[in-house]
């Protein structure tokens, strides 16, 4: 069995190193965490690529919140990424009303064919997880949620976690929950005793929030109480 999977928010190439050094198994790659976390440039993203081994998820989002902006500004943006030698994405985007907007993750999907890629915590905010789901299923290339089950954050989400794991295996419910939004060390037992195996952490790996670098210690910390 392969050993849970870590993944650590990454903003420069020092984040990355210390991230791989404290035992991250992947990482996820942003910029302007004052706006959640946006796409970086491909020069960014090449300067990290260079700077450690371990797999890149990158980010494709050009504005705060969860509708698209200028999709074709966007899909020009993962075409660069790719063309820099970019495998792995995140992204997905919500309509006005917080249902899934399938032509605009579709169309993003499509312009990152090939690779795999999560949908981030969009899944959080919207009108309803289970049609957003049942939307996505048929996707290509996405095998991960990254979701804390609520918009609240894990604590308020864990029943909703616990009843999506429940379904694994069930069309729209294949694809790996990755936890993430509000998780702190002490959640970790339970989760791995429930059996999720993916976690996702930020702030959290950090001396004083997004003001610090990534710590490998802490990263160390967070590798050694999920392989419990």
Not at 90 to 107: E, H, I, K, P, S
Not at 172 to 183: A, H, N, P, T, V
């Amino acid at each position: 069995m392969s050993r849970p999977i870590l993944e650590v928010i990454a903003l420069t190439p020092q984040d990355a190193q210390a991230a791989e050094s404290g035992g991250a198994d992947r990482l996820e790659l942003v910029t302007d965490m004052a706006a959640d976390g946006l796409t970086p440039s491909v020069e960014d993203f090449a300067r990290i690529r260079a700077a450690v081994g371990i797999p890149l998820r990158v980010m494709l989002r050009i504005r705060d919140g969860f509708t698209p902006g200028d999709l074709d500004g966007l899909r020009a943006r993962a075409a660069g990424l790719r063309a820099e030698g970019a495998e792995e994405f995140v992204f997905g985007f919500l309509d006005a009303d917080g249902a899934v907007d399938l032509a605009a993750t579709a169309a993003v999907a499509e312009a990152v064919a090939g690779c795999r890629w999560t949908f981030h915590r969009a899944i959080d905010h919207s009108a309803d997880r289970a049609a957003l789901r049942a939307a996505l299923a048929g996707l290509p290339g996405l095998d991960t949620f990254l979701t804390s089950g609520s918009a609240a954050g894990v604590d308020a989400g864990r029943e909703v976690l616990s009843a999506e794991l429940a379904r694994a295996g069930e069309p729209g419910y294949r694809q790996r929950i990755l936890i993430g939004g509000g998780l702190r060390a002490e959640h970790l037992k339970e989760l791995r005793a429930e059996g999720f195996d993916a976690f996702h952490v930020g702030g959290a790996v950090r001396a004083d929030g997004w003001l610090t670098p990534v710590d490998a210690d802490k990263v160390a910390e967070w590798r050694a109480l999920i392989d419990a």
